[in-house]
Structure formats: C-alpha cells, structure tokens
C-alpha cells in the first residue's frame, strides 16, 4: 500500500498505477486533517486505483474563499504531478472525480470554475446550514454582543448560485438514511433548475459520520474497535464512488 505523502494542504495518495483521480474535501473539522479522519473511506479509493489529493482546512465564515484557496491548491498539485500520474492529466477524459462530504460538497459547488475542471461530483451528505444552526453559541451571543454574521455564501445565496453559475452536469448525491443533518434534497432541487441536469440522488444505510467514522475509531482505539457494519458500509460506498459516473 502507498503512503500518504503532504504537499502543502493537500495529503497525496497515489496507487502503484493509477486509473484515476479523486480530489477530496471533507467536512467542518474532520477536514484538518483528513488522511486521518477520512483514511479508511480514502485508503479504500486507492485500492480500486484511484489516486487521492485531500484539501486540510479548518472551517472559517468566508467559505466562498475557502473554495477559492481548496481549487488553487488542487490545480497546482496537478501541475506539478507525483511520479507515476503523469498520464492521468493527459486530456479532458481525464479530469479529476471530486468528492465531497458535508461543507466540503458546499466547497466543491464553489469552486472558481464552477466545476467546469471535474469529470464529476460525488456529494456526501451535503449540507448547507446557516451559521447560527452550525455553531450553536453564535446564536445564542450574536444578539448579546450586538452582531450578526453569517456564512458567505449565506444557504440561500449558495443554493442560488448552484442554480444559475455551476456547469458540472454529473453528479451523485449520497444521503445516508440515518443523517439528520443531510440537505441532498434541497442540493438535488437546485441543481435540477439547470437544462441538461444529470444529478441523481442514492440513499444508502448509514448516518452523517458514515464516511468518516471507522477510521477515526480505528486511529483512537486500535484494531479491536473497528466495527465490521461501518467497513462494510464503507467498501459499499467506495464501490459507488469509483464507479461513478459510467455505474449508478
């Protein structure tokens, strides 16, 4: 197995061959460091011959710029290609998979070329709250210190310019039947307003931290936490990442 490799805000994994490319931006604070909060779903991508670029970021209220700074950082990484991938950035039928999971779905949406650059999106449990229902104390001290804020895009904006700027015609939205934070739904909406829309919706078992969660258990607790239900769920979700867009 290949080992993770930083290059700058990004952590690289790259198979012996590669038959592709998955650039990856997880979800609020998962995503700082995402070769460890997300290894098991990633890890298993590799193996079917995928290679692995995963933004680290920790969450901000401009996520517009955090967008910005994730798609500069995949673009340079693919001009200045790891041994081995070169061929991977051979022509068009070549763009990277993105792949998103919760914030990092919004981040992906956002991205400068307004997905012009991808082969496809996969969205994982996307959601799109407003700052005060993701941070709690916001709502609660916002009004005592005499402020407002809110994320920029706020939801609705962010949902709006889904509808009228984003070019990407493929994508797979995932909601895991147990995520009481999915929004895929209201995502799916907005990207059906476009003409030539592609997107489709799967519903799969599982909840909000299905894509992360057994390699966190793994990397606090050791090998004799790991939950076989979770690896399963997660081999099953790498089966329909790798093969999308070609299989539902």
């Known amino acids: 197995m290949s080992r993770w490799q930083q290059q700058g805000s990004l952590w690289c994994l790259t198979p012996p061959q590669p038959r592709g490319l998955v650039e990856f931006i ?71 998979l993105r792949l ?14 307004n997905g012009r650059g991808s082969s496809a999106l996969v969205s994982l449990s996307f959601n799109n709250f407003s700052a005060d229902r993701s941070i709690p104390l916001l ?3 916002a009004p005592r210190l005499g402020f407002s804020s809110e994320f920029s895009p706020s939801p609705s904006e962010t949902l709006r310019l889904v509808a009228s700027s984003y070019r990407q015609p493929s994508n797979l939205l995932i909601r895991f039947r147990s995520d009481q934070l999915d929004q895929s739904a209201r995502l799916l909406a907005a990207l059906q307003q476009r003409a030539g829309d592609q997107s489709q919706l799967l519903e799969l078992p599982g909840d909000h931290l299905t894509p992360a969660s057994a390699g966190l258990r793994q990397n606090v607790l050791g090998a ?13 979700l790498a089966d329909r990442i790798s093969g999308w867009p070609t299989s539902p």
């Open 26 to 96: 997880g979800g609020s604070y998962l995503a700082a460091s995402p070769q460890l909060s997300y290894r098991r779903l990633l890890e298993a991508l590799s193996r079917r011959g995928l290679a692995i670029r995963a933004f680290s970021y920790v969450p901000g209220f401009d996520h517009q710029d955090q967008a910005n700074g994730a798609w500069k950082a995949f673009r340079r990484a693919r001009e200045v290609m790891p041994l081995g991938t070169q061929a991977l950035e051979a022509g068009p039928e070549r763009k990277a």
């Open 100 to 113: 998103g999971h919760s914030l990092g779905c919004k981040l992906h949406l956002l991205a400068p070329d």
């Open 139 to 141: 709502a609660e001290l």
């Open 224 to 236: 004799w936490a790991d939950d076989p239900k979770r690896h399963q769920q997660l081999e099953q």
